[in-house]
């Protein structure tokens, strides 16, 4: 794995995630005098947002739209007014590269925001307890669907008693996770944080995962104590708020950025068969060799999936998980406005393509 710093090291901002690709976004914005920067809070119609010359209070009436899915979130990068008016306000937002989104219980069903502009999902799994590929699968389809690289964490790894077992274990989670990198770390004894961070510092990440997965442990190891204060002292509007409380959205000490937003850690399938469809993509080129074109891979004569489970090529609980990943969201997407859905993938799935071909090109493949 070849991994490169920000490519614009020197702007202010590169810390938070700054890189060519904004720069240029950015370009007619600052012809008109405005300032970057990203989200790091949002709360009652206003957010805090990192400058270049450190973190202000911003109102987002002007860029609000009615549709909860436009909503500046953390994480988001924008234009804001040059000078400390009162208040100041967030002139446009960059389009997302990538989003997170969940379903809320409203009648509508609509979808809402919880991170933009995300480029690794890391899933924690606990290796204190028996691994449920199910659960990480489901996780993995979320991690996709957002448009981020998913990467999975095998969190406690020092309560596995040997390197044999350990060994089985991350092998169990690759086959269940094509093209997805998998790291044994611990928090207790240090094992494998520098492989993770070195992954991290290539640019923004989320942690996913059940409870008591270890990510608040994991978040505490990557931040460390005087980060956080060397941020607050660089507050310039903070007047000793205390930030490391109130911030969603904070930059790495070995690079990269870590946002934690309250929401995103219990966060549901939404929409996600493009997500799914990635986590299973052995069972979608199965499908290409199909009979029929619409073979569900129940009892279709001809079925290339069901041979490939008769043959043992193909684990049937992973055709299981599949299917069960599929209905699930099927359920939600039903009750979901299709005009909504349609947006959602107009507006950040081609930003999401164009975003990791710009993260790519700048920091090699993972394989
Ligand atoms: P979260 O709910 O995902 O944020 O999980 P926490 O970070 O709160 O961790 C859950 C429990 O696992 C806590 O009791 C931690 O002390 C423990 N834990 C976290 N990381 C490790 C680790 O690397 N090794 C061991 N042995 N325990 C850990
Ligand atoms: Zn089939």
Redesign the pocket.
């Known amino acids: 794995m070849n991994f490169s710093v920000s490519s614009v090291p020197s702007h202010p901002l590169a810390p938070y995630g700054w890189d060519e690709g904004w720069d240029a976004e950015f370009a007619p914005y600052a012809e008109q005098g405005l300032l970057p920067g990203r989200v790091v809070r949002v709360d009652r119609g206003q957010c805090d947002v990192v400058t270049p010359f450190g973190t202000v209070r911003a109102d987002t009436e002007f860029v609000v739209p009615r549709d909860p899915m436009k909503v500046v979130c953390t994480g988001d990068w924008g234009a804001v007014d040059p000078e400390g008016g009162d208040p100041r306000y967030v002139r446009t937002l960059l389009p997302r590269r990538t989003a997170f989104v969940r379903s809320t219980s409203s009648k509508r069903s609509e979808g809402q925001i919880l991170a933009a502009n995300v480029d690794y999902a890391v899933v924690?799994v606990?290796l204190?307890v028996e691994l449920d590929l199910g659960r990480i699968e489901r996780f993995l389809a979320l991690a996709w669907e957002s448009g981020a690289q998913p990467v999975v964490v095998l969190?406690?790894?020092?309560?596995v008693p040997d390197a044999v077992t350990l060994g089985h274990l991350v092998q169990d989670v690759e086959t269940t996770s094509p093209g997805v990198p998998v790291l044994p770390?611990?928090?207790?004894?240090g094992e494998g944080l520098d492989v993770l961070e070195a992954v991290l510092a290539g640019g923004t990440s989320v942690l996913l995962?059940?409870?008591?997965?270890?990510?608040?442990?994991?978040a505490n190891a990557l931040l460390g104590e005087d980060v956080m204060e060397v941020q607050a002292a660089r507050d310039v509007d903070g007047k000793g708020r205390h930030t490391t409380t109130t911030r969603n959205l904070l930059a790495l000490p070995g690079g990269g950025v870590l946002i934690d937003t309250p929401g995103l850690?219990g966060v549901g399938l939404w929409d996600a068969e493009t997500g799914v469809g990635q986590v299973f993509s052995e069972i979608e080129s199965l499908a290409a060799d199909c009979r029929f074109h619409d073979c569900a891979h129940v009892a279709e004569p001809g079925c290339a999936v069901l041979a490939a489970v008769d043959s043992g090529a193909l684990p049937e609980r992973r055709l299981d998980s599949y299917r069960k990943l599929l209905r699930e969201n099927q359920r939600i997407v039903a009750k979901t406005d299709a005009r909504l859905r349609a947006e959602i993938r107009r507006d950040w799935k081609r930003k999401g393509a164009e975003g990791r071909a710009a993260m790519e090109a700048k920091r090699g493949r993972w394989h």
């Open positions: 924690a606990s204190a969190s406690k790894a020092d309560l770390v611990s928090a207790t004894t995962g059940q409870s008591g997965a270890g990510k608040s442990t994991l850690r």
